[in-house]
């Protein structure tokens, strides 16, 4: 296993300006998560996928955030008009199935001046 | 909507002592997480804990599942420095199989 791979790993960007995440999740695992982590908090959960189908997002996502994950393999998550607040790592995370082992990506940093 | 809270939130521990990170989530859960995440780096995954009564360990780490208690531990045994990280619980929770919630994470610092 290569591990789940996230890119860019840092991006700095505008206020206003739209951003694109790419996570590309361990082979074969149908699972995939989304997640946002500020500076001192927890993980909070934003989305999460089985396959290609977008089971729950967070009341979190306004309409500036989707993501996708169009042939159940890669999964991209895209902030339109971001805002200061939107500054954060941004993590992936597969498994194979649920109740197994979920591991995560290095993350995606974001700054928004 | 699935609470998870851990305590203590910040552990100054002595090297060669041992102590208890618990972890409590306020609906029934099937799956209980703990994680290892270092500064500045992403999550490291520790212990997947599916029943009641489950039980696993991993050099000087712990983790119980109790699923009545709706609680985890995570016990420490005979603390290194190079266990001063930040640890987290994860778990689902009521209707939601996918929504994994986080704990607040607890900041663990192991010194001579």
């Known amino acids: 296993d290569t591990g789940v791979s996230q890119d860019p790993r840092h991006k700095i960007t505008k206020r206003g300006q739209n951003v694109t995440f790419r996570c590309d999740p361990i082979s074969e695992h149908n699972r995939l998560y989304w997640y946002r982590q500020t500076l001192g908090q927890g993980p909070e959960f934003l989305t999460y996928f089985q396959n290609e189908a977008q089971l729950e997002k967070s009341r979190l996502l306004s309409d500036r955030f989707s993501a996708e994950r169009p042939k159940g393999s890669f999964s991209t998550l895209e902030i339109q008009r971001t805002e200061q607040g939107d500054s954060a790592m941004y993590l992936c995370a597969s498994s194979r199935n649920p109740g197994n082992t979920i591991y995560f990506g290095e993350g995606s940093w974001l700054t928004v001046v | 909507e699935l609470k998870v809270e851990q305590n203590p939130l910040f552990l100054s521990m002595q090297e060669g002592k041992n102590y208890t990170i618990y972890c409590n989530y306020s609906?029934?859960?099937?799956?209980l997480y703990w994680y290892r995440q270092d500064p500045g780096k992403s999550l490291e995954s520790l212990f997947v804990l599916l029943s009641n009564g489950a039980v696993k360990q991993e050099g000087r780490l712990m983790a119980s599942l109790d699923t009545k208690a709706r609680l985890s531990t995570l016990h420490i045994t005979a603390a290194v420095h190079d266990l001063s990280a930040t640890y987290f619980c994860?778990?689902?929770?009521?209707?939601?199989?996918?929504?994994?919630?986080f704990g607040q994470g607890t900041i663990l610092t192991v010194h001579p």
């Open positions: 609906t029934t859960s099937d799956r």
């Open positions: 994860q778990c689902a929770g009521g209707t939601s199989y996918g929504k994994l919630t």
